[in-house]
Structures are given as C-alpha cells and as structure tokens.
C-alpha cells in the first residue's frame, strides 16, 4: 500500500532593517509531491503510522475561482481541532486570537483540543533563524512563521497541518501584528495560499497590513460551503 502526500512550506519574513513585513516570493505554488511506501520504515515529520488514520477516498470538489487563492486542499470535516503544543504567552494569545477571528467564518469551527493526537492543527514554536537570509549589503529578512501540511493528493483531503511562530521574531512586536501572523499561518492550515500583494488579505505574503478580510472569508466560504 502507497501512501502519498504534500508537503507545503509557507514562509513569512519580516525585513529586519525596513522593518517591512516580506516573505518568500509568493511566485511558486506547492508541488513537492513524495511518497512512501508502507514497507519502508523510516520516519519522517508527517508520516502517517497510526492504522487507525484513514485517508477518505471521496474526492473533494475545489472550487476554482476565489477572491483569495487556494492550496486545491482542505479538511474533509467543517470542524477542525486544535492543539496548543506553544507555552509562550505572547504566540498563545496570537493563536486563540487568531482561532477567534476564524471561527467568525460560520462554514468551519475550529476547536481547542488537550488531546494533541486528536488535533488536526497544531499550534507551536520554533526557532525559524535558520531560514533566515541576507543579500550581502546591510538588508537582512527574518522568518516568522511557517506552516506544513500534509493531504491525500488523489481526493485533495487535508490530514494535518502545523503552523509555527518564531517567538524570538515575535516576541517584541505588538499583540495586532502576532495575531496577523498567526492569522496568516493558520490560512494555509485551512487551504488558502498567497495572495498577490494587489489584494486585500491577509494571505499577502509581503507587507501584511491587515487581518482577516471579507475576500479571504468569502474563500473560506467557498472552499467549505
């Protein structure tokens, strides 16, 4: 038995001189595929090993056209469930705020779980520097966050997905921009992806100025109706 996944990297950097928000370039779209077959028994990050965990075979319709773009993946179920694996205060307030202005869309309900083997999101932190890059002339870009998924290429089913902050990126900038970021993060946990820097969302991946807008929640709408 085969087993196939995605793997997607959503990135998001914030220039540490210009104090501009940048991320990666927003030009190319998820396509690293990789497979693994049921007799190998190398371990990865999103592996799945638990028997219990079976993919759904029913393919999901996507919508094609939406204010703010898509993955081409989303959650089977409307409810999703949530896993706070962060202690930091600071990223914990950033994501329940986050959840909260999710969850204003009425087509999903995100939920807090103790139970982080019941969770289809988590929500950690990381040390993300390595990430980081500099051009050569004083300009330098942090990242902030990044979120991986993994999903059934065959019936475009989300299995689990991890949005991490990078608390020392984080830390000392204000409550509204933490909650952005965490806000942005957990869009691609739900199937949204960059948006171009033309729209109104908050899954621009450079210069975020905004949080949820009506173009992403249309989306969402879309995506789960």
């Known amino acids: ?27 190319s779209l998820p396509t690293n595929y990789f497979n693994q077959d049921a007799g190998d028994k190398s371990t990865g ?16 319709a996507i919508p094609r056209d939406t204010p703010t773009p898509l993955e081409g993946v ?13 202690s930091d205060p600071r990223l914990k307030s950033a994501f329940q705020n986050a959840v909260k202005n999710w969850n204003k869309v009425k087509e ?9 083997d019941k ?3 988590i929500a950690a932190d990381g040390d993300l520097s390595a990430n980081n890059t500099n051009n050569g002339v004083g300009y330098q870009t942090a990242q902030l966050g990044e979120t991986k998924t993994e999903y059934n290429p065959d019936t475009h089913e989300l299995h689990k997905a991890t949005s991490i902050l990078d608390p020392y990126q984080l830390d000392y900038t204000n409550p ?13 946990a739900l ?35």
């Open 1 to 27: 038995m085969r087993r196939y996944f995605l793997v997607l990297l959503s990135v998001f950097m914030v220039g540490i001189v210009s104090q501009s928000v940048i991320a990666d370039d927003g030009s």
């Open 176 to 188: 509204n921009f933490r909650s952005e970021v965490a806000q942005h993060e957990l869009g691609h």
């Open 119 to 121: 969770a289809n999101i």
């Open 191 to 225: 199937g949204l992806a960059h948006a171009p820097e033309y729209e109104h969302s908050v899954m621009v991946p450079r210069n975020i100025r905004t949080g949820i807008t009506k173009n992403d929640r249309k989306s969402i709408h879309l995506l789960y109706q």
């Open 45 to 60: 990050d999103f592996s799945i090993d638990d028997p219990n965990e079976t993919p759904s075979n029913k393919k999901i």
């Open 108 to 116: 999903i309900k995100i939920k807090w779980t103790k139970d982080e």
């Open 74 to 86: 989303r959650w089977q179920k409307k409810t999703i469930w949530i896993y706070m694996r962060t």
